[in-house]
């Protein structure tokens, strides 16, 4: 199993096979392998790439959960993107694993692409999807 550490670029344009395809270029940074080969992965085949998603901060429950929001009208007047109930006043308290707000993002991710192209003298691989992560991040690729 070969593994990779390699930065993330930021979104490019490959044309293949007569169409356009947007990729996202990985500079190759190190090869953690035995073989001298090289990198050991070939156009087509579909590596495991692994990082860090996007961290968004401290978001609501609207854009964290998708919960819909209360009425603009009957009453309400800064209650929009609030949560609504919490639960019932019975137990006393908020039991676990209720959607409320908090940091949203910055979680491990792993995403299965494709290798679109490769650039041997330059060291760098163009997967076809998203890499998750921020451009310059490290990231994992392994096949």
């Given at each position: 199993m070969t593994k990779i550490k390699a930065k993330k670029m930021k979104m490019s344009q490959v044309y293949?096979?007569?169409k356009i395809f947007a990729v996202t270029p990985v500079a190759v940074i190190s090869v953690d392998s035995g073989d001298s080969s090289g990198?050991?992965?070939?156009?087509?085949?579909?590596?495991?790439?692994?990082?860090a998603s996007k961290g968004k901060g401290f978001q609501g429950v609207v854009k964290r959960h998708g919960f819909h929001g209360g009425p603009k009208t009957h009453g309400q007047k800064n209650r929009w993107r609030a949560p609504g109930s919490i639960g019932s006043t019975a137990p006393q308290h908020v039991f676990p694993g209720r959607k409320m707000a908090g940091r949203m993002g910055g979680n491990n991710v792993t995403a299965n692409l494709e290798v679109v192209q490769l650039d041997e003298k330059n060291k760098i691989i163009y997967l076809g999807g998203a890499v998750p992560g921020v451009p310059g991040r490290v990231i994992k690729v392994q096949k």
């Open positions: 293949r096979d007569g990198l050991g992965i070939a156009v087509g085949d579909k590596v495991k790439v692994q990082g």
